[in-house]
């Protein structure tokens, strides 16, 4: 059978902005014998996410994600059903995803690299396991839980960068429900800052791009800032930590301000930030949900809960098309996304 698939046709350098000619999409012809414990997959969703970017360098600077090949399929979070099945744990009809899932319309995998989840804990919305019930989910949840220390009663005040992102739209909400009396999100546009708080019940928002963020915040937050979830890095960061209260956690989830830079992960902050996270006791550490997933199974049910009861709302942002599948990526890192990005490949 014909299927296609996307590969990576250049690199963009690692202080390149890519572009959708980074890619290529291929036809190619899948075999239809399938050996002991593979399956066939059609494809409903795949995700981009920031990280992909270090995925583009011949080097990713980490030893948890190994980079792209050129000419080779890329790969990301997706979803898919089973058509065909040689193996005993799946059957035709089941609802499949991985981190690892091929940029194609069709593939042929091994059924012990996929998960099986079920399509009632997203009351049928599929793409939400690449979201909010998914790594994008718990990266929010124990982010939050994991390094926020969020105290309810306690009359804290966090703010989100990048917020009106897949990760940051959700780790808002979370701070919210979990006790912060204050929740602000800095983004990039005034229809992003409308949706956090009429959407998504930040309690304001603040558009980087047209407004001073060190004024805006000392507006909004008198009481100075408790906890900061950290999307972007930079010069937003360093504004925000300057007005950060003793005592006070950095959830350091991604800096993708600087992604197109060759500089280490975390990048280096200015001697004066650093002088005032050590003058002042914050903590500042870099997180990742992989070291947590002996937690995973209980957040995700959490989580799903928390979004079939509507306590968490789901911003998405879906582009139709494997085709489109770098023209997504590129707009999702200039953030053209209003919550997560999301590419639907077939129904």
Known sequence: MHARRVVLNSRPGKNGEPSPGNFRLEQITLTPDLKDGQVLVRTLYLS???YMRWRMNEDTDNDYLGPWELSECVDGGGVGVVETSRCSALAEGDVVT???WPWQTHAVMMGSSLQ???S???DGHLSYFLGPVGATGLTALLGVREKGHVTKGANQTMVVSGAAGACGSLAGQIGRLDGCARVVGICGSNEKCRALVEDLGFTAAINYRSED???RLKEICPDGIDVYFDNVGGSISEAIIEQMNRGGHVILCGQISQYNKDVPYPPPLSDKTQE?????SITREKFMAL???SKSEAALFELSQLV?????KVLETVVNGIENMGVAFCSMMKGGNIGKQIVKISD
């Open 48 to 50: 981009v996410d920031p």
């Open 98 to 100: 991985s981190f690892n």
């Open 120 to 122: 009632q804990m997203v």
């Open 291 to 293: 070291s947590y997933m």
């Open 116 to 118: 099986k989840v079920d």
């Open 308 to 312: 079939k009861s509507a306590q968490i």
């Open 213 to 215: 963020v060190s004024a």
């Open 276 to 280: 005032i996270l050590q003058s002042r």
